[in-house]
């Protein structure tokens, strides 16, 4: 092979300067939408005070945002698609400012509970539209790198949120949670309108109503469902049914789908080899972690005896695990192939977090800390390896309505992780009458359930995924 053909055939793990700023730019908006979700939590006994409610009550400002976000993320695509991404990505950030600063001036709970739905509903769009808008940016070998970076900021804001929102509520109040995302989102929203490739919208064509309808309710049961089981407030009954529903209205958008020229999700994606691997092995992987950043405090706090400062500072070591990683899973990706490198990450992650709960962190903390460490760092490449590899065989054309579908299925099974979590503490707790050994086997499930994900991994093909790991800029 000539030499000026060799090098243009060499895989290039630089990205463009306008992919790597689009990313960067689609990133700092996801670090402010996480920042606001995970500082709620701090404040919740203050806010409870002020409104003259009870902590438990304003639990639900949390749920009713993880609602909105449900409901939208269907719709966010065929959305992108009919009005251009960049005009409603634009649309959903004004929208996350006004409901922000609403929430601030909220008189009561019941108003801050309905506008932290409003919330969830502009962070619906935020996500999947900003993903699609670095995924329409970036070239097929751009792909792996740029969604690592798209995430990395976001993995930063649950290790500042909730000091941020202590902070905030002890100095200034509560209010100003809120408030502070006002001039976050005017930066970001300058910075998508002079930075941010636009792509046009395509009026014709008709909303599957229907199935949005469908869909949104179905995965709205589905996730108040798996939040009520991991609340210990909350009885089982109203829980079971809501998951019920939630199964029914799904199993009837599915007769529907079948029947509809173009259904709000396109369900035929999963005739993809590709996409359906990421989609299968993957939400398998994520019901095992999803969990863990709920497990990983209640453990250290119930069982070894560390304070809540303590605990919260050992659950950064995960991830520092997984922040490290994104500067490195292009290159482990490449060496490996995608099915070599998730079931080799898939083995460690299971690993890992098995002896995580097995270790007596206040006897050998450098030994669980490695653990902890060494988890962090598997689940952040599967994740990214999951998130790309979906997109892998997907024309440009699809890749609004297979965001809609991939992000749809990643909050609904990391839901189920935690409702997972949730179930086997309680279950435990039950059955072991006072003592602390099931603690142990709650991690040795959940590492079990990953196991499962990396040996579902080997039925992909030795080729899965290559186009995203080889090709050059002029490609």
């Given at each position: ?20 700023r ?14 606001d ?12 005070a ?14 009713a ?12 695509g ?16 004004w ?12 008189p ?7 506008l932290?739905?409003?919330q ?10 900003g ?6 940016a ?34 200034v ?14 930066a ?6 002079r930075?941010?490739p636009?792509?046009?919208g ?14 949104g ?11 009520s ?48 691997d ?8 994520r ?54 490198g998730?079931?080799?990450h ?9 002896v ?9 903390l450098?030994?669980y800390a490695a ?8 689940r952040?490449?599967?994740?990214n ?13 699809r ?5 809609s579908f ?45 196991l499962?994900s ?18 050059n800029?002029?490609?």
């Open positions: 092979m000539p030499p000026a053909t060799a090098a243009a055939a060499a895989p290039s793990e630089r990205l463009s300067p306008q992919t790597r689009t990313a960067w730019i689609v990133s700092s908006i996801f670090f402010v939408e996480q920042l979700a995970t500082s709620v939590a701090s404040a919740l006994p203050a806010m409870a002020e409104l003259q409610t009870d902590a438990v009550t304003l639990s639900a400002t949390i749920t945002y993880l609602l909105g976000l449900t409901i939208l993320i269907p719709l966010s065929r959305l992108a698609e009919r009005y251009g991404d960049k005009k409603v990505f634009t649309g959903a950030i929208l996350f400012l006004a409901s922000s600063i609403a929430c601030g001036l909220a009561s709970a019941s108003i801050l509970i309905a932290r739905f409003v969830g509903m502009a962070g619906a769009l935020m996500a999947p539209v993903r699609l808008i670095v995924l329409r970036a070239a097929k070998h751009e792909i792996v790198e740029a969604m690592a970076l798209v995430i990395l900021l976001a993995m930063i804001a649950p290790m500042v949120g909730p000091f941020l929102g202590g902070l905030l509520t002890t100095y109040g509560w209010r100003w949670i809120f408030w502070i995302n006002g001039p976050l989102c005017l970001a929203l300058w910075l998508v309108w930075y941010l636009a792509t046009e395509r009026q014709e064509g008709t909303f599957d109503v229907r199935g949005t309808l469908l869909t309710a179905g995965f709205a049961c589905l996730m108040w469902g798996l939040v089981l991991a609340d210990a407030q909350v009885r089982s009954g109203p829980a079971a049914v809501a998951l019920a529903a939630g199964g029914l209205l799904l199993a009837a958008y599915v007769r529907h789908a079948r029947r509809t020229a173009a259904p709000v999700l396109a369900l035929d994606l999963l005739a993809v080899r590709s996409f359906r990421a989609m299968a092995s993957g939400s398998v992987f019901i095992a972690v999803g969990g863990v950043p709920f497990l990983l405090p209640v453990t250290l706090q119930q069982r070894d005896g560390y304070s809540p400062l303590e605990a919260g500072l050992v659950v950064l070591i995960p991830a520092a695990g997984g922040f490290a990683m994104k500067f490195f899973s292009g290159k482990i990706l490449r060496r490996t192939g995608y099915r070599k998730l079931f080799l898939g083995l460690m992650a299971a690993a890992c977090l098995a995580a709960g097995l270790v007596p962190p206040r006897d050998v450098p030994a653990m902890l460490l060494g988890f962090g760092w598997a952040s490449l599967q994740m390896a999951f998130g790309t590899l979906a997109y892998a065989d997907v024309g440009r054309a890749l609004a309505a297979a965001t991939f992000l749809a299925i990643q909050n609904l099974t990391v839901a189920m992780g935690v409702a997972a979590a949730a179930s086997l503490l309680r279950g435990g707790a039950a059955i072991g009458a006072g003592g602390t050994a099931f603690y142990s086997w709650v991690y040795l499930t959940l590492g079990a359930i990953a499962a990396a040996f579902m991994t080997l039925a992909m093909p030795r080729s899965a995924g290559q186009d995203l790991l080889q090709g800029r002029a490609s």
